[in-house]
Structure formats: structure tokens, C-alpha cells
């Protein structure tokens, strides 16, 4: 088990799921427990100081991994957002064991849908691919929801990561990487990516 965790602190994800909802979390582990995500068709911000996330932060302040056993980062540390801990408001309410936060989310980790141009035995995602009987892969945000991150949440986070699905393929996640391009090129955006389709740009 790993001896330190803070990306309640700085990170949130977002992944389609039933009906274009977003099942939102603070915690990479979001597909394995209930009680670190909730699962909204509006106004995703106001998770960020739900209960149930400020819960995490207390568990993690007092090094409490009882949330975190079954999933993958519980055995393989996993620090690639980490640096985030070092900004002036996440260090202080580290130190402070607080669980209000009063600052937004500092990184996005978001999957607009779970459409893929391939089908790869390998995929991180393909677990829940096969999980939903397929289902799974035609999951996408619904345009409400796509709107409101673009003009609520990508102002306001440091970096984005974007994941699927193949970002590359699907309209939705071609749409936010070129608003995200055209609006705020400041912004680090990454993309994973299978590569197949980067000939097209």
C-alpha cells in the first residue's frame, strides 16, 4: 500500500456513464467503490465539496486506506499528478487536514465517451468495456453536460487530461480539444491516445 494520497485534494474525474451522466470522482478508483463518486446530469462543481469527497479527504489526512483496498493504485504507486500537492493552496490545506476545500479542482482527468475506433485485449478500459456486456462503449456525456464542463470546469483547472475511448475518434472528444485549443491555449492538455488515428492531423 502506498503511504500517501492527495488527489482528493487537487484532481477530479469525469466518465460517462448511463443515460449521458457523468459519474464524477475525486479518486482514480471511481469504477471499483460507490462511496467515491457520485453520479450527476448538472452542475458537476458542486461534488467537489459534497460530503462524500470531503469524507475521502478526512480518511487520507489520517493515512485511513481502508477506501482504497482492491484498487490498482493501492499496490502500484501512482504519483503522475502528484506535483499538484505543491501549489500554495493544496500544500496548506494538506498540512491543515482540511476537507473544505476553498479552491477548485487543479487537475481534470475527463472522458467524454467510451467510443474507440479498435477493440484491444490490453486496454485499461476494456474491463469495463466487457463488464456492461459492451454496453459500456457507447457511454457518452450528454451535450448539457459537455457544455457545462467547457464553460464551468476547463476555466478553472490547470491541466486536463483527456481519455476514452479514442479521443481521436469520437466528435465529442474532438470538439473539446479543439475548443480547449481555441479558448485556452494556456491550458496543459494531454490526450491519451492509441495512436492509429494521428494521421488525420
Known amino acids: 500500500m502506498r503511504d500517501e494520497c492527495y488527489y482528493p485534494y487537487f484532481m477530479l474525474f469525469i466518465n460517462p456513464t448511463r443515460e449521458g451522466k457523468a459519474l464524477v470522482s475525486t479518486c482514480c478508483n471511481n469504477f471499483f467503490r460507490r462511496e467515491n463518486c457520485h453520479v450527476v446530469d448538472a452542475e458537476i462543481l458542486d461534488t467537489w ?3 462524500r469527497f470531503r469524507f475521502q479527504r478526512k480518511l487520507l489526512s489520517t493515512h485511513d486506506w481502508s477506501h482504497c483496498i482492491g484498487s490498482d493504485c493501492a499496490y502500484i504507486p501512482y504519483d503522475a ?4 500537492a505543491t ?11 482540511e476537507t473544505l476545500l476553498g479552491y477548485f479542482p487543479k487537475k481534470l482527468f475527463l472522458v467524454p465517451t ?4 479498435n477493440n484491444c485485449y490490453f486496454c ?6 466487457l463488464g456492461g456486456g459492451g ?3 457507447s457511454f457518452t456525456l ?3 453536460l459537455l457544455q457545462e464542463i467547457k464553460e464551468k470546469i476547463v476555466p478553472v483547472v490547470e491541466a486536463i ?3 476514452g475511448g479514442e479521443a481521436f475518434y469520437a466528435p465529442e472528444s474532438l470538439d473539446l480539444i479543439e475548443a480547449i485549443s481555441s479558448y485556452s491555449p494556456e491550458k496543459n492538455l494531454s490526450v491519451f491516445t492509441n495512436g492509429t488515428l494521428l494521421h488525420r492531423f
Do not use: E, H, M, W
Open 49 to 51: 465539496n459534497s460530503v
Open 81 to 84: 499528478g502528484d506535483k499538484f
Open 87 to 97: 501549489f500554495p493552496d493544496v500544500r496548506d490545506a494538506i498540512a491543515k487536514k
Open 114 to 117: 467510451l467510443q474507440c475506433n
Open 124 to 129: 485499461y478500459c476494456r474491463k469495463y468495456r
Open 135 to 137: 454496453a459500456y462503449r
Open 142 to 144: 450528454s451535450t448539457k
Open 161 to 163: 487530461t483527456l481519455s
